[in-house]
């Protein structure tokens, strides 16, 4: 095969075979660029999701006790304290209690609003602004307001004792504790999911309402057999959100009850903020940490496995 020499200042060139070609050709610069523009992402991800999972896995086999300086290595010990733990049922069931109860009420009532919201009524506009701006308020000062009004003295047993109704202490009462959290909670954020349904129903096509009602179909057999239909893939997402967010629930707990009376109200994310850094059981605080993580992408996983039973286009 032919070479060429070709001298560049007088000095012969590196001989290239013809028709050879050359490294970084437009598709691997295409490549590269690719790469550098997720490369942040990437870095991010390793450094405060993968690296974190990863230490949280070394502690959980260790015993930390940070007063002592103490780092010993237990192997599988706080993992096999899960099942002596008196107090992780009662916790586990909280959980599940608020997790249930968030998650019916958020996307019930996100879902009504939206759809009342979506009607051609004057003065939509100023509700949609009024039922989302709890979404942008700080989520610490939206509890320490409604702190102060389901004291025992607060607003709210204000209010009702102006229609003669002695209300209880929202906040001490072991059955109306859980049910104030709820409803806390589900106040500051049900903007987001409805924000989400109402997106979702102003995509629905017109013709398909005016098509049923050329059929007799009713109001609610309308909204079963075209608008949930259509809008099941916001359900999928807007489930999917609420589900993991209530299980990530601290701050509301930790300034509203404490966890209390008794454990009524310790989640899980509080119960191992209680025994990580109140108690110092580092080591057994990371093991909740992955229990909690494990329940948290078992569930993600499921909805995510079932949408192919209900969710519109989904096969």
């Known amino acids: 095969m032919s070479q060429t020499d070709t001298r560049v200042g007088g000095a012969a060139a590196p001989p290239t075979r013809a028709g050879s070609r050359p490294y970084w050709t437009s598709r691997r610069r295409d490549q590269l660029t690719g790469y550098l523009f997720i490369a942040p992402q990437l870095f991010g991800s390793a450094v405060f999701v993968i690296l974190p999972l990863i230490l949280v896995v070394w502690y959980s086999l260790h015993e930390w006790n940070v007063l002592a300086g103490t780092f010993e290595f237990v192997g599988a010990e706080n993992y096999s304290a899960l099942a002596d733990d008196a107090n992780l049922g009662s916790v586990l069931r909280a959980t599940g209690l608020f997790s249930v109860g968030l998650v019916v009420f958020n996307l019930a009532l996100a879902l009504l609003l939206a759809v009342l919201l979506n009607q051609k009524l004057r003065g939509t506009i100023l509700f949609r602004t009024l039922f989302f701006s709890p979404v942008v308020v700080s989520l610490v000062a939206w509890t320490i307001v409604w702190g102060f009004l389901l004291q025992d003295n607060g607003g709210v047993n ?57 059929d007799g179909a009713s109001r609610m057999r309308q909204f079963w057999r075209i608008t949930v239909p259509l809008i099941s ?56 940490s992955i229990v909690l993580f494990a329940i948290v992408l078992a569930l993600t996983v499921l909805q995510w496995q079932m949408r192919k039973r209900w969710v519109h286009h989904e096969s």
Not at 187 to 209: H, I
Request: proline residues 4%.
């Open 158 to 214: 204000g209010l009702l004792d102006t229609i003669g109704v002695d209300g209880p202490n929202w906040l001490r009462g072991e059955g109306t504790a859980m049910l104030s959290v709820i409803v806390v909670q589900v106040f500051k954020n049900v903007g987001l999911n409805m924000v989400l349904f109402l997106a979702a129903l102003q995509g629905v096509p017109a013709e398909l309402y005016e098509a049923a009602e050329v």
């Open 233 to 288: 893939p916001t359900i999928l997402l807007t489930s999917i959100i609420t589900v993991v967010g209530s299980l990530q629930v601290f701050a509301q707990i930790a300034v509203l009850t404490q966890g209390g009376p008794g454990t009524s109200t310790t989640v899980l994310v509080y119960y191992l903020y209680q025994q990580a850094f109140q108690f110092h059981h580092f080591g057994y605080g990371a093991t909740l």
